[in-house]
């Protein structure tokens, strides 16, 4: 069964830090693997898609990697912002097809 | 991409009562999903909203309690039936788009009910 584990549970930083998000997952035969960032009381907006085949992906700020491997992938912020405050869901697609979502890590970005 | 819309966005509703969530997508998508979300917890998925036929649920989810209807490829219902305060959450739908190899899951912006 497919277990998704996120450290830490949470992580503050004064702004202009770099930063890295873990996230861990017990089987490697993950399909995809997805970030996420929910606001308070939102919904999700899906930041990165890393496909099986793929290592890693960039969008602007925020890169993210992935090793079947090891069961592991990151998301590294660089040059944090107070707007960056959020928390970050990363979720793996199982075999069956189904995402299995991390407990999150809820980032604070002090200005 | 997609854009999904929910209604309502929030509501507080007495114990006892039911509730129907509506869930809009702008394309028409094969796979929609209906997601739970408690208060300091990642999300759930409750079930697969299947075009034409019945939800597929997960285990801890059944049809009575969270029926579902799917009539079309744009649009998706979910009901929480016969409400207790242990059903407070945010429930969100999503829908997973690309092709083979690139699937992406997208989420509407949730429905955050209260049970009082």
């Known amino acids: 069964k497919q277990e998704v584990t996120q450290i830490p549970a949470a992580l503050s930083v004064p702004e202009g830090e770099n930063l890295v998000l873990n996230c861990s997952f017990t089987?490697?035969?993950?399909?995809?693997l997805q970030w996420f960032r929910q606001d308070p009381g939102k919904g999700l907006t899906s930041l990165l898609l890393i496909q099986s085949s793929q290592r890693e992906q960039t969008s602007g700020r925020l890169n993210a990697s992935l090793d079947k491997s090891s069961g592991r992938s990151t998301l590294y912020i660089a040059a944090s912002q107070p707007g960056d405050s959020a928390t970050y869901l990363c979720a793996g697609y199982n075999q069956g097809g189904k995402l299995i979502f991390g407990q999150g890590t809820e980032l604070s970005v002090k200005p | 991409s997609a854009v999904i819309s929910q209604k309502p966005s929030r509501d507080i509703c007495q114990r006892g009562t039911s509730l129907t969530i509506q869930c809009q997508v702008d394309?028409?998508?094969?796979?929609m999903f209906w997601y739970r979300q408690q208060p300091g917890q990642s999300l759930t998925l409750i079930a697969t909203a299947n075009q034409g036929s019945e939800a597929t649920y997960e285990s801890g989810f059944v049809i009575d309690k969270f029926p579902i209807s799917r009539p079309n490829l744009t649009f998706s219902t979910l009901t929480v039936s016969n409400m207790s305060p242990e059903d407070s959450s945010i429930y969100l739908c999503?829908?997973?788009?690309?092709?083979?190899?690139?699937?992406?899951?997208?989420f509407g912006p949730g429905t955050r009910l209260t049970v009082t």
């Open positions: 394309s028409q998508v094969t796979m």
């Open positions: 089987d490697s035969a993950i399909y995809n």
């Open positions: 999503s829908v997973e788009v690309g092709d083979r190899g690139s699937y992406e899951q997208y």
